[in-house]
């Protein structure tokens, strides 16, 4: 929005409601004068006056306490900002986008967030869909970090990793991103840390995307009984049958794809999937697997 604006030549500043204590966000947003409070040892500019211009973006506003929102409606009702300690009110041309976790109308229904400042800030609202409900834009979203992410840079600026395996993006597409975009900003640097060329493999990822992902396509290749494409209890078994045997089709296939993927070698199979060597050897025995042509 700020880039795409008129606005884009003056200052985009970014200020975390739930960052700073309670009693420093006024002085933050409106600065202070010299001895206004113990501490103030010279005039400070806030971040109000810093944005003229430009856009403000108030991050986890949410957070805001209920006796700064007064003080805030009152900058964005009047255009003005008076530091604390201060008398002269000075005029600011700000743009401000604030965003939140929370339902601001359920929080303004239980009295902790101002109605009037909730519909002074309600000038465009958007809804912005966890990632779990718009999958299309994962591949979007890791080219765009992998471009600008610096953990993906050599020493010489060039990008490590250029792009991702087919498979790595189905493991994507079928995770539910609980932690959304954080989490895959997360995924991607610890896929760019481990990637040993230029494209992310699934050994690359942390071992509950792999597991949440095998486990999506195994459901969606499992034998289907009955007329209804569903299973019978009677045909699962008991709770602690039918678990047992979605697992040990999992643990079989994860074990057998990770060693194709590093030529059976025990060794580099068990360090990419994270667990102790012998636990490997051990998974390997219990479900037969042939290790002769391992090489370690």
């Not at 501490?39 to 211009?53: S, T, V």
């Not at 718009?134 to 993906?152: A, C, I, M, T």
Request: one cysteine or more; glycine letters at 6%; hydrophobic letters at 35%.
């Amino acid at each position: 929005i700020h880039k795409c604006s008129h606005r884009a030549e003056k200052p985009f500043i970014v200020f975390d409601c739930s960052a700073v204590p309670a009693n420093l966000i006024e002085s933050e947003l409106f600065g202070h004068e010299k001895g206004s409070f113990t501490g103030a040892i010279m005039a400070r500019q806030g971040l109000f006056e810093a944005a003229d211009g430009g856009t403000l973006f108030l991050d986890e506003l949410g957070e805001l306490s209920t006796e700064l929102q007064p003080k805030l409606l009152r900058v964005l009702e009047t255009r003005e900002v008076r530091r604390v300690g201060g008398a002269r009110p000075m005029k600011v041309d700000v743009r401000v986008i604030a965003a939140t976790n929370r339902k601001l109308e359920e929080e303004v229904r239980a009295g902790t967030f101002r109605e009037d400042l909730f519909y002074r800030l309600s000038v465009v609202r958007l809804f912005l869909p966890p990632l779990r409900e718009r999958r299309e834009d994962v591949p979007l979203l890791v080219r765009h970090f992998l471009k600008n992410g610096r953990y993906n840079r050599t020493p010489d600026g060039q990008l490590r990793v250029q792009g991702m395996a087919r498979d790595v993006l189905e493991a994507f597409r079928g995770y539910d991103w609980p932690g959304n975009v954080r989490e895959l900003v997360n995924v991607i640097e610890r896929a760019c840390s481990f990637a040993e060329t230029e494209n992310m493999e699934l050994g690359d990822l942390p071992p509950h995307i792999l597991e949440s992902s095998h486990m999506q396509r195994l459901s969606t290749l499992a034998p289907r009984l009955t007329n209804n494409g569903r299973q019978t209890v009677d045909e699962m078994g008991t709770f602690k049958d039918a678990k047992e045997k979605w697992v040990s089709t999992f643990e079989r296939d994860y074990i057998v794809r990770l060693l194709e993927r590093h030529g059976f070698n025990i060794s580099h199979a068990a360090r990419d999937a994270e667990i102790d060597r012998k636990y490997f050897r051990k998974l390997m025995k219990k479900y037969g697997i042939d290790s002769s042509s391992s090489a370690e």
